[in-house]
């Protein structure tokens, strides 16, 4: 079954701190993997696109990561913001057009 | 540059009663459309996606239908609603390849 899970579930760091964020998944054959950030109330915004072949891309403070070995990717992200709290969601596509949405770890940055 | 919009931003509906949430986009031509659910705690679900006019692809059974009545407007629609309807729903649009989807802002929708 393809399948996205990403951790932790939920997040707290001090405004200024690095963190990292967890995404595993099952999807076979696989395309490429998204990352979104979705502030509360809101749509979902794109943060990176990666391929089979990319296993790094960086946008501004955030820097995914992709193993496609092992199906594992991070989004890191330095230097916390107020405004990096949201929640961050994972998600691959395989070789359709649909995407398989991960349930997303809730950041909190406090000052 | 492209936009997408979403009507209404919330919803509180009975029971029973019919649905309508429109979804429009501007600044392209031909796009891939889609309609996701966001229920609280869960993950986005794919409720419907759309390559051209009059094309609609459903993804679950449900109580919802969907419809392109123009290349850029989608519209999700409901006879009558159930107290499960209830959720976040997502209008989105995508092109080229690989495909980024942008997500319009939302509609809450509250079914009592």
């Known amino acids: 079954k393809n399948q996205v899970e990403q951790s932790p579930q939920s997040l707290i760091i001090l405004e200024g701190k690095n963190c990292t964020l967890q995404?595993?998944?099952?999807?076979?054959?696989?395309?490429?993997l998204r990352w979104y950030k979705q502030d509360t109330g809101r749509g979902p915004v794109s943060l990176t696109i990666?391929?089979?072949?990319?296993n790094t891309k960086s946008n501004g403070r955030y820097t995914a990561t992709l193993d496609a070995d092992t199906k594992q990717s991070s989004l890191h992200i330095t230097a916390s913001q107020l405004s990096d709290s949201a929640s961050y969601i994972c998600v691959v596509q395989g070789n359709t057009d649909k995407l398989i949405f991960g349930t997303g770890t809730r950041l909190q940055v406090f000052p | 540059s492209q936009t997408i919009h979403q009507w209404p931003a919330t919803l509180v509906q009975p029971v029973g009663s019919p649905l309508s949430l429109e979804c429009t986009v501007e600044?392209?031509?031909?796009?891939?459309l889609y309609w996701y659910r966001q229920a609280a705690g869960r993950g986005l679900q794919l409720l419907f996606y759309s390559v051209g006019i009059g094309q609609i692809s459903s993804e679950v059974p449900q109580n919802l239908s969907a419809s392109r009545p123009q290349d850029r407007q989608f519209i999700l629609s409901s006879k009558k609603l159930l107290l499960s309807d209830s959720g976040f729903y997502l209008c989105?649009?995508?092109?080229?390849?690989?495909?980024?989807?942008?997500f319009g802002p939302g509609t809450r929708l509250l079914v009592l």
């Open positions: 995404c595993n998944y099952t999807v076979s054959p696989f395309s490429n």
């Open positions: 989105a649009w995508s092109w080229g390849a690989p495909e980024t989807q942008y």
């Open positions: 600044g392209t031509s031909n796009p891939n």
């Open positions: 990666m391929t089979f072949s990319e």
